[in-house]
């Protein structure tokens, strides 16, 4: 499989830390593939993903997409902003309460629309969400919404300006099982239908074990492991993905537990 997103050599510190937050990092994100990334808290994986989405600039090193140099979010083409887009954790702070679900949708789409952008319609985007009933649901205010309903409209507007990689950043952390599983079938056959890439951050392992196809390793900004989902799952190379893979299979249920 191609590569969609390349990153290659890259270094960034903030302010007077004494180390650097990503230290020569150089990884790919293949079309059509499903990526997560794992590493301890303060590790660097939401600072690596900021810098793909283009939220936070490298002090050196690039970003490509599908070949192409991609600078900081400000400075790329509206075509490269629209596809790569960031899903957050919280899905409360993420959308106005008091938008309707169409408000919140309408947004990219028109803004698609002003830039001769190839998009989808609100409407279709909720579809792909499992959403079907649009002529309900545009009306709903997102404050009636629970959480789970209100990150499958973070994924419908993330999907409107067409893109080919998500970033879903602890994106089910405050959901509760039902709802996680929703939201993990949508990437499934978001991938699947779709052929989108996925890059996700997650400290749940029975998330990562769901959808993964590949699994990267950040040790204090390094990348230290990144393989198929299956070896670093249950042939893990490196003491501390051992580590992590314990801490992580801590909080699990019996039935999520690795080999
Ligand atoms: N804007 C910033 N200014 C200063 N320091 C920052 C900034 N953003 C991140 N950091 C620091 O960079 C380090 C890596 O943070 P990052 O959020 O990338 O880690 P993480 O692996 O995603 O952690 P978590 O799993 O807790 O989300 C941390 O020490 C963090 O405090």
Redesign the pocket.
Known sequence: MNDLVEVRSVNKA??K?ERN?LDNVSLSIKENTILGFL??????????AKIIVGLENPDSGTVYLKGSKLLGLKKRSFSQCSEIQYIFQDPYSAMESYFTVEDILLEPFIICKKNKHISLSPKQALKMVGINDYAIWKNKKISTLSGGQRQKICIARALIPNPKLIIAD?STSMLDKESTNEILKIFKELKKNNKLSLLL?S?QLNVVMEICDEICV?KN?EIIEHDKKDDVINRPKNRYTKKILDSMNFFMEDEYKYE
């Open positions: 903030f302010g830390l937050v590493g301890e808290t303060g590790s660097g994986k939401t600072t690596l602890e951050i400290h950040l900004g």
